[in-house]
């Protein structure tokens, strides 16, 4: 076995074990009795990107791109229901998933017009603007955490430090490969990804502790 068949089977495997990383959230909304206070665009825009990529694998007859993101649709589903199990005010993911759907069915529909030649690099630029795209989330909890509550408490991190390894192996995987698209994809990606873990130092959450980094938790040291 090569070299690169040996990375894209671990490849794999790390995209697949990374995708269970949002069950410690579940975990965490089990524990509160509620999802209040995080948000569901993180689990929404996700989506809108596997669709696009398994999509662009289907068109190109990339097996592993769509085993891949075929596993991380239906982790996200559940996700998703479990999002809308615990949080209350569920107004924001109903308007956001009817989003996601007309988005979806307009997007295949304008590629699926294309000529058939045309349509995997039409698939791979929409792809690839769909997992920027879908750094919104990430923006917005930024923005959140750095203007409106001063805090990183609901973040996260173990998904952040996940992310942080992912983005650079798929990053190094598409210099490998030569894909362009999913190469300027994954840096917009570590970029975002890195201004995160810095407001983990700059704006740590209240009442846990940043695993690696050490900080905070403050609040429930003085209870």
């Given at each position: 076995m090569s070299f690169m068949q040996l990375y894209t089977v671990w490849l794999t495997l790390f995209s697949i074990s990374f995708t269970f990383l949002p069950l410690f959230v579940v975990s965490d909304w089990k524990k509160r009795g509620s999802a209040d206070g995080f948000s569901s665009v993180n689990f929404v825009l996700p989506v809108f990107m596997m669709s696009c990529w398994?999509?662009?694998?289907?068109?190109?007859?990339?097996?592993?791109?769509?085993?891949?993101?075929?596993?991380?649709?239906?982790?996200?589903?559940?996700?998703?229901?479990?999002?809308a199990f615990y949080q209350p005010k569920r107004k924001y993911l109903y308007g956001q998933l009817a989003t996601l759907i007309i988005a979806l069915f307009t997007l295949f529909s304008y590629v699926d017009n294309k000529p058939a030649e045309a349509q995997p690099d039409s698939m791979g630029s929409i792809a690839a603007a769909a997992q920027v795209a879908s750094l919104a989330g990430n923006v917005?909890?930024?923005?959140?955490?750095?203007?409106?509550?001063?805090?990183?408490?609901?973040i996260p991190?173990?998904?952040?430090?996940?992310?942080?390894?992912?983005?650079?192996?798929?990053?190094?995987?598409?210099?490998?490969?030569?894909?362009?698209?999913?190469?300027?994809?994954?840096l917009a990606g570590l970029t975002v990804n890195l201004a995160t873990l810095a407001t983990f130092v700059a704006y740590p959450p209240k009442t846990w502790k940043v695993p690696i980094f050490g900080v905070g938790g403050e609040e429930k040291k003085q209870k």
């Open positions: 398994f999509k662009h694998g289907y068109l190109t007859n990339d097996n592993l791109n769509m085993l891949i993101n075929g596993i991380n649709l239906c982790l996200f589903a559940f996700y998703i229901a479990a999002f917005y909890d930024l923005k959140r955490a750095i203007f409106d509550l001063k805090t990183t408490e609901y991190a173990s998904i952040q430090f996940g992310l942080f390894a992912l983005t650079i192996q798929w990053s190094i995987f598409a210099l490998l490969v030569g894909n362009s698209y999913m190469l300027v994809a994954n």
